[in-house]
């Protein structure tokens, strides 16, 4: 199980207060407890919670726009919590981008498990996005080591392949990347 900080954004106290002793007892830590919508949002902003547990229907600011501003804002992932089960609410609900759907009363049997689900595709979410910024920083990096070719090929007259060789030569005698001898290349060009 993974460490996980959780948000209770709930209107029913009572509710709350189970929700809260079951999920401590599975070794969950509840960081938070909000009884409308808006308190939510301020909460998941100031806690960073790793993941919200949502009531759909709560005074003030309702769930569903609670959710989308918590999703939106990148502060939580968000599991749903209702006792409507329509299919409208469903659908919001996918738009929304919410990550489960429980119709109450939740059994701790369907909790967890949603739970495990959410934080398991929580996790995943974060490593492609690790290896899209990934990507782009290479992507980055490709285009700065070619600009930094066409300046010497440019300056000294040389092959893509002698140019693209002295600025390996030159990252390895100094010991610095590729990216970063070709910022300094194309800094040089531009201050002269």
């Known amino acids: ?13 009572i509710t709350r207060m189970d929700l809260r002793e079951m999920l401590q007892e599975q070794g969950y830590q509840v960081v938070g407890e909000a009884g409308d ?31 989308q ?14 006792a409507y089960s329509q299919k409208d609410l469903v659908e919001k609900a996918q ?10 009363p939740v059994r701790e049997s369907e909790l967890i498990p949603a ?5 398991a595709r929580q996790r995943h979410i974060a490593r492609l996005e690790q290896e899209v910024m990934a990507a782009r920083e290479e992507l980055s990096a490709r285009k700065t080591v070619e600009r930094a070719k066409g300046i010497l090929m440019e300056t000294y007259g040389w092959s893509e392949d002698v140019a693209y060789r002295w600025l390996q030569r030159q990252s390895m005698n100094r010991r610095v990347t590729l990216d970063h001898l070709s910022r300094e290349v194309i800094g040089k060009a531009i201050r002269e």
Do not use: N
């Open 115 to 119: 739970i495990e689900i959410a934080l």
């Open 37 to 67: 919508g808006w308190e939510a949002v301020q909460l998941a902003r100031q806690l960073r919670p790793t993941l919200t547990l949502m009531d759909i229907k709560m005074p003030r600011l309702d769930g569903l726009v609670a959710a």
């Open 95 to 104: 738009r929304a981008g919410v990550a489960g759907y429980l119709v109450k």
């Open 69 to 82: 501003k918590i999703i939106d804002q990148g502060l939580s992932t968000v599991i749903l919590l209702s």
């Open 1 to 13: 199980m993974l460490e996980a900080t959780l948000l209770l954004a709930e209107d029913e106290p």
